[in-house]
C-alpha cells in the first residue's frame, strides 16, 4: 500500500494505470487489499484485474462487490499465461482509456 498510496520510498513514483491482483497473498488477503484500495479516492479509479486460482462463486462475487473489474482464474502452461499478458497489454494498456 505504501507504493499505490505512494508513501515513504515510493513519493515520486507514479501510480500504476492497472493493478494486476492475486487473491492468495502472505500476509493480507486479496479481498481485504482490494476493500483498501477501493476505500481509498485516488486508487479506486485504477482499473483492478483479479488473477488468481480460485473459482469459488464466493470470491468472484466479493471481488466484483469490491469493484473489480475483471477475475481470471490463473493458467497453469506458459503458453496460456503469455497469451493472457498480451491479452491485458493490448485491451488494459492499448485499448481501454484509464484516469489519470
Not at 505504501?2 to 500504476?16: A, E, I, R
Amino acid at each position: 500500500m505504501n507504493f499505490l498510496k505512494q508513501k515513504c520510498l515510493y513519493v515520486d513514483v507514479p501510480p500504476p494505470d492497472l493493478i494486476l491482483l492475486d487473491l492468495n497473498l502472505p500476509k493480507i488477503s486479496g479481498l481485504e487489499l482490494l476493500a483498501e484500495i477501493n476505500s481509498a479516492p485516488k486508487l479506486k479509479m485504477i482499473p483492478v484485474v483479479i488473477m488468481t486460482t480460485s473459482a469459488a462463486d464466493e470470491e468472484i462475487l466479493n471481488s466484483y462487490a469490491l469493484s473489480a473489474r475483471c477475475y481470471i482464474t490463473k493458467l497453469i502452461n506458459f503458453s496460456q499465461v503469455a497469451k493472457l499478458v498480451k491479452w491485458i497489454e493490448d485491451w488494459w494498456l492499448v485499448l481501454v482509456t484509464v484516469p489519470k
